[in-house]
T-cell receptor, first 112, second 115 residues
C-alpha cells in the first residue's frame, strides 16, 4: 500500500535551535517528493521539491534530503525562528500525473 | 496578485441543507482540486479537474459534487451535508505543463461545521 509516514507527529524546540523532520514513504513508482509548510489557518505553501536524482537541496534555512534507496526524506531547519512554527507536510508523487500521496504532517512549535 | 480564493472562509450549517463553497484562481491554471483536512489524517483529495468540463473523483468523493464550467472557477457542492463532512477544506490549482513537478497553490481554506 502506498503510504507516507512523517515523524515526529509534533515537536517543540527553542528559538535558535536546529531540528530535523522525517518522511518515510512506501510509494512506488516514485516520481518526486515535495515539502510544504502550512501555517495555522492557512493553505500549504511549497518549500522545495526533490526528484529521484537529487540528494540535497537548500532553501534558505531549510535543507531537504532524499535517499531514494531507503525511501526516506528529511527536512532540516537551521537556527529556528518563531515564524517557523507551522505544520510541515511531505507529499510523494508516484507518477507523471497528479498521483499524490500526502503525509499527515509534523506540527512544529518554536518557543522563545 | 496571483492567488486562489475560497468563500466562505467559515460556515456553520445543519444536516441536509445544501451548500456551495466557491473556489476561484487568477493564474490561468488548468488543474484544480479540492481537499479536506482532518486532524491526524493529512490532506485527502475529494475531486480534481484537469481542465474545463473535465472532472474526476479523488480518494473521498462520496457526498460531494463539483463542476468546472469555467477555467478559473471550481465550486464544491454538498447536496445534503452530514456531520461527518465537518472539516477544513482547501482548493488548489496548478498548471498542467510539467505535471506533478509543478507545485499546487492553495486557497486559504474553508472551515465547515455541520450540526
Amino acid at each position: 500500500k502506498n503510504q507516507v509516514e512523517q515523524s515526529p507527529q509534533s515537536l517543540i524546540i527553542l528559538e535558535g535551535k536546529n531540528c530535523t523532520l522525517q518522511c518515510n514513504y512506501t510509494v512506488s513508482p516514485f516520481s518526486n517528493l515535495r515539502w510544504y509548510k502550512q501555517d495555522t489557518g492557512r493553505g500549504p505553501v511549497s518549500l522545495t521539491i526533490m526528484t529521484f536524482s537529487e540528494n540535497t537541496k537548500s532553501n534558505g534555512r531549510y535543507t531537504a534530503t532524499l535517499d531514494a534507496d531507503t525511501k526516506q526524506s528529511s527536512l532540516h531547519i537551521t537556527a529556528s525562528q518563531l515564524s517557523d512554527s507551522a505544520s510541515y507536510i511531505c507529499v510523494v508523487n508516484q507518477g507523471s500525473n497528479y498521483q499524490l500521496i500526502w503525509g499527515a504532517g509534523t506540527k512544529l512549535i518554536i518557543k522563545p | 496578485e496571483a492567488q486562489v480564493t475560497q468563500n466562505p472562509r467559515y460556515l456553520i450549517t445543519v444536516t441536509g441543507k445544501k451548500l456551495t463553497v466557491t473556489c476561484s484562481q487568477n493564474m490561468n491554471h488548468e488543474y484544480m482540486s479540492w481537499y479536506r483536512q482532518d486532524p491526524g489524517l493529512g490532506l485527502r483529495q475529494i475531486y480534481y479537474s484537469m481542465n474545463v468540463e473535465v472532472t474526476d473523483k479523488g480518494d473521498v468523493p462520496e457526498g460531494y459534487k463539483v463542476s468546472r464550467k469555467e477555467k478559473r472557477n471550481f465550486p464544491l457542492i454538498l447536496e445534503s451535508p452530514s456531520p461527518n463532512q465537518t472539516s477544513l477544506y482547501f482548493c488548489a490549482s496548478s498548471p498542467i505543463a510539467g505535471g506533478a513537478y509543478n507545485e499546487q497553490f492553495f486557497g486559504p481554506g474553508t472551515r465547515l461545521t455541520v450540526l
